[in-house]
């Protein structure tokens, strides 16, 4: 984006404090309905100002819309009930005038993204389990549905500084997952995580990426393949806008997106101190499943997640079947499965309708690459739709195939 030329600002009695351009082309809704797009641009600039889960401005949304809070911190009139103080206060307000709103969706939209709020379709509704630390959005990279993709989802996470035996059991329990129509969620950092969505990728699998950066941003640099990997085969996500990077602090707060957004969480070597031992944590609190992996006990990246397993937290777990057993039945009360009568195949989107179709009567099913060919679109789009069509009861995955469950083969035929 040129920005050799000046940013013009609201007029002064505008009430959009934010500089503004007009027009912003990366929105992710139509400014026909002025308020919900009023409401996105407010959330927009807040991830610019607010660090994530702050409970005390998640409370203050819970009771006045963005904009009310954005010209609240502009004018400094806050009712002694919403109980933030002036320090904080006045450093919202000194940071204000630097926000561009419209440059921060027009970098996600060249990134091939885009920002979600509480309300939207894609809106993932498990995480509004986190309550006042809820995300105020969140800037998501990719075309899949975050919400869809999220209904069957697990996260896996585990030491940066992982052994061998740590990264080959996570690369093929995600293997083993995405197989099984698992979308298999990380955090895109060295170590466990990467092997994780490497597993998943290996096998034509969907995987989701967690960052502690802007969606725009490849951290760690090491891993900007993978991460330019996963955005095209699944996606990415983050409560921070585009081109900013993490620290210590963002990469504890983004741990609880991981724990909220998938129905259990498998913890893969860990020691005593560890993200990943947070991550359980909030996974546990959450109601979520909780499982860790048994290592060596002669290493100290097997002895947290030990003594997760032996106080309770987490339950021992081997194989992907284990997994799937124990976060399949829970999955279902947090979000049942969809279809037949629940979501009928004529009210599905043109995209998913067309990879649907393709989708062969035969119980052998087909691999993507021909049901690309045969849908007019691109083998990651067409298995991104796949796994949105596995979320609602369609279809499932056997082996490198894809084949119509058996009520949809019924109805097909």
Request: charged share 20%.
């Amino acid at each position: 984006m040129n920005r050799s030329n000046p940013t013009p600002t609201a007029p002064a009695n505008s009430r959009a404090t934010p500089r503004t351009r007009p027009s912003a082309p990366a929105a992710a809704e139509s400014t026909a309905h002025p308020a919900a797009d009023a409401e996105r641009r407010a959330r927009a600039a807040l991830t610019r100002l607010i660090e994530p889960g702050d409970a005390v401005i998640g409370r203050w949304l819970s009771q006045v819309g963005a904009p009310t809070l954005i010209e609240a911190i502009h004018r400094r009139t806050v009712p002694g009930y919403l109980d933030l103080d002036a320090d904080r206060l006045g450093a919202y307000r000194a940071r204000l005038p630097l926000v561009d709103i419209d440059a921060d969706l027009e970098r996600v939209g060249a990134a091939g993204g885009r920002f979600i709020i509480p309300g939207d379709i894609e809106w993932p509704s498990q995480l509004d389990d986190l309550g006042d630390g809820r995300p105020i959005g969140l800037w998501v990279r990719g075309t899949g549905s975050l919400r869809m993709l999220a209904l069957r989802s697990v996260a896996m996470v585990g030491a940066r500084a992982c052994t061998a035996y740590g990264a080959h059991v996570a690369g093929e329990l995600s293997a083993q997952l995405a197989e099984r129509g698992w979308v298999v969620v990380s955090g895109a950092a060295y170590g466990i995580d990467a092997a994780a969505h490497r597993g998943a990728l290996a096998v034509g699998g969907v995987t989701l990426g967690v960052l502690a950066c802007g969606v725009d941003v490849a951290y760690p640099a090491g891993n900007s393949e993978l991460i330019a990997r996963i955005a095209a085969q699944g996606l990415l996500l983050s409560e921070l806008p585009p081109g900013e990077h993490p620290n210590r602090f963002r990469f504890v707060l983004r741990n609880r997106v991981i724990a909220a957004l998938t129905r259990g969480t498998v913890v893969v070597e860990a020691a005593m101190r560890s993200g990943a031992l947070s991550t359980a944590r909030r996974a546990r609190d959450l109601n979520r499943h909780t499982m860790g992996v048994a290592g060596p006990v002669t290493s100290e990246l097997s002895a947290g997640v030990h003594a997760l397993i032996r106080s309770g937290g987490a339950t021992l777990v081997t194989d992907a079947a284990e997994i799937g057993e124990l976060v399949g039945a829970i999955g279902d009360d947090l979000a049942p499965r969809r279809s037949g009568p629940v979501l009928p195949r004529d009210l599905l989107p043109p995209p998913v309708a067309r990879v649907l179709e393709a989708v062969p009567a035969s119980a052998e099913g087909a691999p993507v690459d021909r049901l690309a060919r045969q849908a007019g679109l691109s083998p990651d789009e067409v298995l991104q739709r796949l796994y949105e069509l596995g979320s609602l009861g369609f279809v499932e995955r056997c082996g490198a195939h894809w084949r119509l469950v058996r009520s949809s083969r019924a109805r097909k035929e």
